[in-house]
């Protein structure tokens, strides 16, 4: 029997960490659970933040999935500790794996670090850097026009290069960063302009890439590889609206997503409890 | 107490990949053991070298490492199972992480491996790849001059590129591959040359940048990332000469090591058991 793995976000961003799991464990069946209803978690508070992703991971538990990615920075800031610590499954979030690349690819250990508000705020990133080698400086930047930019579907042209550059001058002129991570599961849909912005001398690190390629450690760790050949079928859950659902998943995927339901937590939780 | 790291290898070769783990993992203590005297493992048999690779961990256990790097392609191939299943420590080799990280990087999952002569007629990359990706398109290269060219301290100028150009030569020929795995622990060293010889639209992927990363991510896993902020003197042990050693080591890190102390594992195993 194939054992799903469930991903968590807030909302649409965490497809794009959906999008290279897919890409890099082709075998693996994935479940993916975007509460757009109650989208975005930045501006809650962190119990909230909470009570929200623990409905989520209770749905997913319940379709027996084999490991849990929080493809969301502000639950990964949160709850990550908490799921690691209470869940018999592997639990991977999207900061530490942005992270370790980083630490990997910088040579000079000036990293930079854009995000939303609430993510570069949170300071999560300098902070899970600094854990591993406290000589690292970082420089953050929250930019805010960036997601709206994005789930409108504006990924090229004048428009969004212009946002782009505005948004990211502060950055530019500030130190000698060689290393830059998206801290932002909507940005590596950008990842283009923001690397044409920041020029070909900084490596710039996509949290989807580095989470996927962490989530396939884990599972060889745990010898939890799929080991059949057959094309799982994804699924696909939101608490919201899903033909917006669907448009932008569409959008961003290669091929039409197949399996979409809509699915109320707020219920489930009260008539499971 | 600060727990170190052990690492081994058949001699220098996982020097390279020491040399990684101390770069992203600054405050973690090393204990490097090569055993020069019977290298290289390559052409020995297999459960040759189980019991030359179980007496270098024995060793190191004893020093009270809370995990352990096999540092060497041949090691890896034939032990890593054998240990990880064994041994209550975590335990991480040098094949798995480069596969990852070239899926990872490739896009059209064209993916080259050069090694040595027993890591190729091994297949253990293209295994480790297809069992991830069973469309994954593999074409490997023996290229026997590189670690003698290495070793002899050849690592740029005329003669290694002629070398190293010469010998890459039918992998330039054969397919379209965009991602091309460095399957020996010595090739980091000429990591610029491969790259120049192969062109700039190839990534080249080092298993020493990669094998640090995914130790850092499987200790932070555990839990078993060090805490404090003193920096580590890192330990050195070597089965052979030990000035050859040195004088290698030294070449190699940006620091002259400073432990080195030589030892006997034969007599050592004679004695334990």
Redesign the interface.
Known sequence: MRQPIGVIDSGVGGLTVARELMR????EKFIYLGDTQRCPYGPRPKEQVKRYTWQMVHYLLEKDIKMLIVACNTATAYTLQELQSTLSI?VIGVI??GA??A??SSQNKQIGVIGTEGTISSEAYPRTLK?????ISVDGLACPPFVPMIENGILSGNEAEKIVAETLQPLKNKNEMDTLILGCTHYPLIKHLVQTEMGPAIQVISSG??T???A???L??HGL?EQG?ILPTHEFYTTGNMEKFRNIANRWFEAPIQILERVNLDTKQSSAN
Chains 1, 2 share one sequence.
């Open positions: 890099q464990l082709p075998k592997p530490e794996p370790r690349a630490i990997k854990a591993i080698d406290h000589s890439e580095e996927a390629r962490e396939s450690l884990i060889a760790y590889l050949n």
